[in-house]
């Protein structure tokens, strides 16, 4: 049963642009909305690692590596977290997984692939 789901991968050139959307199809309401979302992604022979997270608050976090490029944001009314990326850059490719805290635990997204190239 999938409680989350990826989408608006693909192939971009340098400096182009994506945004990834993940929805949470199970959820009602009030759960996703007091829930934590975030993005991290695994480059190829890597760890995965944090990208962004927005918590219930709206409080956002981003790692260094993406500051000023990327920008996470969520409408809970269709419980929906987004990931537009800018300025793409080779080291930004990676599979991407969306992440979700709730009082009933964590859940992960199957990952959508990002690759970026000239």
């Known amino acids: 049963q999938v409680q989350l789901a990826e989408s608006g991968g693909g192939s971009v050139q340098v400096g182009g642009s994506l945004r990834l959307s993940c929805v949470a199809p199970?959820?009602?309401?009030?759960?996703?909305?007091?829930?934590?979302m975030a993005w991290y992604r695994q480059p190829p022979g890597k760890e995965r690692e944090l990208v962004a997270s927005?918590?219930?608050?709206?409080?956002?976090y981003y790692a260094d590596s993406v500051k000023g490029r990327f920008s996470i944001s969520r409408d809970n009314s269709r419980k929906k977290t987004f990931l537009q990326m800018n300025d793409l850059k080779p080291e930004d490719t990676a599979v991407y997984y969306c992440?979700?805290?709730?009082?009933?635990?964590?859940?992960w997204g199957q990952g959508t692939q990002v690759t970026v190239g000239q």
């Open positions: 199970r959820n009602i309401f009030s759960v996703f909305s007091a829930s934590d």
């Open positions: 992440h979700q805290r709730r009082d009933s635990g964590t859940y």
């Open positions: 927005i918590t219930s608050d709206r409080a956002v």
